[in-house]
């Protein structure tokens, strides 16, 4: 049965009928050369040629076409055709030139660079992804070994060499370095796939992938890890800055390098970190009034990429002002650092030799990182703001009494003997605060904590230990120089000279030295302290005698005529005091508040105080309490105390109109009412800001007339006796 057809269902009919139309064509002049040959013979006497091999589709019984492959011989004067059925090896052989085909077209349009090679590697073929990644085209490397250094670093050669073994004998996969046609090293992953041909590896397929970016994304990662690790580490914050510039430049040149960082509030940016090969000084500048660089990238809050022909048109057109070291070469780039949005500084990179070695895409990578830096440099920071805050005083800036007491435990050894330590205390501390406010008092701590240091040696520990306490541990140091050291301070504060005058410091302290006779450091330090209790009472006198100067220094300073007032007041109120019987104690008061009754009209503005007209209601309120505030003043200094009352009652009025609390009559105290009769008379017949001077006349008649209101009516009578019997003796 051939092709499912008996042999008489063929037999008699014509091949032709059962053949593929198109496959007909072929046949007829197969057949016709077969007649001309016979025809030739006869005329010739020539055999037949054996006819050629041909393949033609025959329909079987079921309607398929096969494939068959007939050679056609003469028979005596028949044509014979020997045939076998061929479907199954074409259908092979289809399938092959398919494959081929599907390999060829998956070969040429992969994305990876691929590489065909012998079982000597070499190369047959390449893909055009290859040409794209190394730069070779197929004609200048077919037939060359893949191992010949064309696209091996030097070092690398062997490392090919070895792979390609391994690949014969199986799928490998391996990440290392290649090189460029024009020398570009570069990252990719190796694998391989052996072909087999009859059981053996005869051919191979090598694949490469850039693997660049994933490095470049890998190291980046790993960057921003070290940065965070750096950040929650124990290192300082100085050590942070160092960290990021090494991790940074495993990603981007960094040779020239800084951190800029901002502070508004005191309106200065400032470089906590910076390497350059040009600029060493990097000094804090304005962040308002500056237009450098730096401030226009924090200012704007976006990157700058800036080489130096941008540089000068921007500042050709005011935008920038000229600062720092630049060359024809040189570019700049700089990003933003920014906590929730926040821009806390700048972090730059620049070079001043290759104006192109950054670019759009080192911007991006820069800003990328930018962010981890910020969080990074702004978590330190706080940490070591906390740290500090921790141990140290937020006011002076020296040491807090914690740590000072945890140093004291530590030096507390024989190996630190001799150990001094001092004792200082503020005289009048809260005498500037209730005079001249709080924030006068802390400028007044913080002078006198830089006046310790600038005295002080490396090593030493200082401390503001309370309020107006201080302490000094003084590791290494005999008793003698502790005493020198003391001296040297005392000498310190004499030699002020800082205004205003009222922050001139004066101090009481005492020093004492452990050589080990102290079991414990409360025996220390009460002895250190036991001593500057001592000596502030010693120096109890001249601490009075230095606020007394210190007041009337700043009152002359303020009114020329308070130095001449305050002689004739005195003169004026001792008599009277004198004729109205009152002790020696009271007249020494009296002195007293003729000098100070107006002190305090120190914490009075100049602009009330010296106003040339009429006060307004508010004014003249804030005017009134300066009797109070002399008052607090007064009672804070124990030479002072015993006055502070009449400073606070020299403005009330006889018949109760007066202020602060509108006393009356002989509730007033007599030497407020001795200092308002005095006062008034002869601040009359002084020029001041709001008024003219009056003439003695004129001041006499105007006590006389307010005897009973506003003065006690029995002291003016007295007074104006006095005055009469001073002009007698003058006549005379």
Known sequence: MWCGYEPEELLGKSPFEFIHPDDKKKLF?????????????????????????????????????????????????????????????????????????????????????????????????????????????????????????????????????????????????????????????????????????????????????????????????????????????????????????????????????????????????????????????????????????????????????NDNSQYEEMINQGILSPGGSTTPQSIWLGVPLKVENKVIGAMVVQSYTNSNLYSKKDTKLLEFVSSQVATAIERKSSEEKIKHLSFHDSLTGLYNRAYFEEELERYNFSRYYPLGIVMLDVNGLKVINDTFGHSEGDRLLQHLSQVLTSASRQGDILARIGGDEFAILLPSTTSEEAHNFCERIKKACQQDIIKPIYLRLNISLGHTTQEGEYKDINSFLKEADRNMYQGKLFNGKSREKHFLEVFRIILAERDPHTSDHAQRLQELALSLGKRVGLTEYQLGNLKLLALLHDIGKIGIPDSILFKTYILTPSEWKKMREHSRIGYRMAKNIPDFAPIAQEILHHHEHWDGTGYPEGLKGEKIPLLSRIISVVDAYDVMQSRRPYKGAVSKTEALKEIKRCAGTQFDPQLVEIFLKIIKNNASREKK
């Open 29 to 305: 002049p197969i057949l016709k050369n077969y007649v001309n040959a016979k025809i030739k013979k006869l005329l010739t006497g020539k055999e037949l040629p054996t006819t050629k091999r041909i393949e033609f589709r025959f329909k079987d019984k079921e309607g398929n076409w096969r494939d068959f492959q007939s050679t056609g011989n003469t028979v005596g004067n028949q044509l014979l055709f020997i045939s076998r059925d061929i479907t199954e090896s074409k259908q092979t052989e289809e399938a092959l030139i398919k494959s081929q085909q599907e390999f060829a077209s998956l070969f040429k349009s992969s994305p990876d660079a691929l590489v065909y090679t012998d079982e000597k590697s070499n190369i047959l073929d390449i893909n055009p992804r290859f040409t794209e990644l190394f730069g070779y085209t197929l004609e200048e490397i077919k037939g060359r070994n893949i191992d010949d250094g064309m696209v091996h670093p030097p070092d690398k050669i062997d490392e090919g060499k070895r792979l390609t073994c391994e690949a014969l004998k199986g799928y490998f996969y391996y990440e290392t370095i290649r090189k460029k046609k024009d020398g570009t090293l570069f990252p990719v992953s190796i694998s391989a796939t052996p072909l087999v041909i009859d059981g053996q590896a005869k051919r191979e397929i090598g694949i490469y992938i850039d693997i660049t970016e994933r490095k470049q994304n890998e190291t980046m990662q790993k960057v921003l890890y070290n940065i965070s690790r750096a950040a929650n580490s124990p290192i300082s914050l100085k050590q942070l800055y160092k960290t990021i510039h090494k991790e940074l430049g495993t990603i981007i040149d960094t040779t020239n390098f800084y951190i800029a960082l901002v502070n508004e509030k005191e309106d200065k940016i400032y470089f906590p970190y910076h390497q350059d090969e040009m600029d060493d000084n990097f000094f804090i500048f304005s962040f308002s009034t500056s237009n450098t660089l730096t401030t226009y990238v924090i200012k704007t809050g976006k990157p700058l990429l």
